[in-house]
C-alpha cells in the first residue's frame, strides 16, 4: 500500500512569488491534514480538509490556502512568500473524522530566499 | 487551549543507557496522548498511543503512561540504541474531530 506522497520535495522560491505544494493521502483516506514544522517551533497545525470541505484552520494568515480534490489529494498554496515561510510543510492523511490514526508524508522542504 | 510542552533538547546518551523524554499537557476534558518519531530526512511516525488515563502505550521498547494527576505522559526506554537517535514529538488530541498539537519536539543522539 502507498503510503502519503507529497511534491515536490524540495522547493526553492523567491520572496513574494507563490508556492503550490501537493499531497496524496493514503487510498481510502478522507481527511487531510497540513503541518508546518519550522526549525525549533515544532509542528503548527496549518489546515485540515475532509471530504472536499475544510474542516479547521490553524493560526496563519489568509496567504496560506489549500483545497481538495474529489480524489481526496490536496494542495497547499501560499501567497506572497515571505522569508520566515522557509520550512518544512509535512501532509498527513487519516481516515476522517473521528479518526486517531494519523499518517505522514516526508514533506516539502520550503526555502524562500 | 491545548498545549503539550516537552523537555528541551538535544539529549545524547550512550548505547544502553535509560531514556526519558518529559511531557506535560494542557488540555480540557480527556485528551488521547500520543509520541511520534521524526527519523532524518523523514516525516513521523506513529510510535505509541494511551486514550485514557493509566493506560500505558508501549511499542518496540518504549513505554509511556497517561498521567491524569499529573497530566504527563513521559517517554522511557530502558536500553537505547544508537538506531534510536531521532525526534520525538509528543502530540495529544481531545477528540478524532480536532486536529492533533504536537509539542516542540526533542532531539535524541545516541552514540555508541
Known amino acids: 500500500e502507498a503510503g502519503v506522497t507529497q511534491s515536490p520535495t524540495h522547493l526553492i522560491k523567491t520572496r513574494g512569488q507563490q508556492a503550490t505544494l501537493r499531497c496524496s493521502p493514503i487510498?481510502?483516506?478522507?481527511?487531510v491534514y497540513w503541518y508546518q514544522q519550522a526549525l525549533g517551533l515544532g509542528l503548527q497545525f496549518l489546515l485540515w480538509?475532509?471530504?472536499?470541505?475544510?474542516?479547521n484552520r490553524g493560526n496563519f494568515p489568509p496567504r496560506f490556502s489549500g483545497r481538495q480534490f474529489p480524489n481526496y489529494s490536496s494542495e497547499l498554496n501560499v501567497n506572497a512568500l515571505e522569508l520566515e515561510d522557509s520550512a518544512l510543510y509535512l501532509c498527513?492523511?487519516?481516515?476522517?473524522?473521528?479518526?486517531?490514526?494519523?499518517?505522514f508524508g516526508s514533506g516539502t522542504r520550503l526555502t524562500v530566499v | 487551549g491545548n498545549s503539550v510542552t516537552q523537555m528541551e533538547g538535544p539529549v545524547t546518551l550512550s548505547e544502553e543507557a535509560f531514556l526519558t523524554i518529559n511531557c506535560t499537557y494542557t488540555?480540557?476534558?480527556?485528551?488521547?496522548l500520543f509520541w511520534y518519531v521524526q527519523y532524518p530526512g523523514e516525516g513521523l511516525q506513529l510510535l505509541l498511543k494511551a486514550t485514557k488515563a493509566d493506560d500505558k502505550g508501549s511499542n518496540k521498547g518504549f513505554e509511556a503512561t497517561y498521567r491524569k494527576e499529573t497530566t504527563s505522559f513521559h517517554l522511557e526506554k530502558g536500553s537505547v540504541q544508537v538506531s534510536d537517535s531521532a525526534v520525538y514529538f509528543c502530540?495529544?488530541?481531545?477528540?478524532?474531530?480536532?486536529?492533533?498539537?504536537f509539542g516542540k519536539g526533542t532531539r535524541l543522539s545516541v552514540i555508541a
Open positions: 480538509y475532509d471530504e472536499g470541505e475544510e474542516r
Open positions: 498527513a492523511s487519516s481516515a476522517g473524522q473521528g479518526s486517531y490514526g494519523y499518517t
Open positions: 488540555a480540557t476534558g480527556y485528551p488521547s
Open positions: 487510498s481510502g483516506h478522507t481527511s
Open positions: 502530540a495529544l488530541t481531545n477528540s478524532g474531530n480536532t486536529p492533533l498539537v
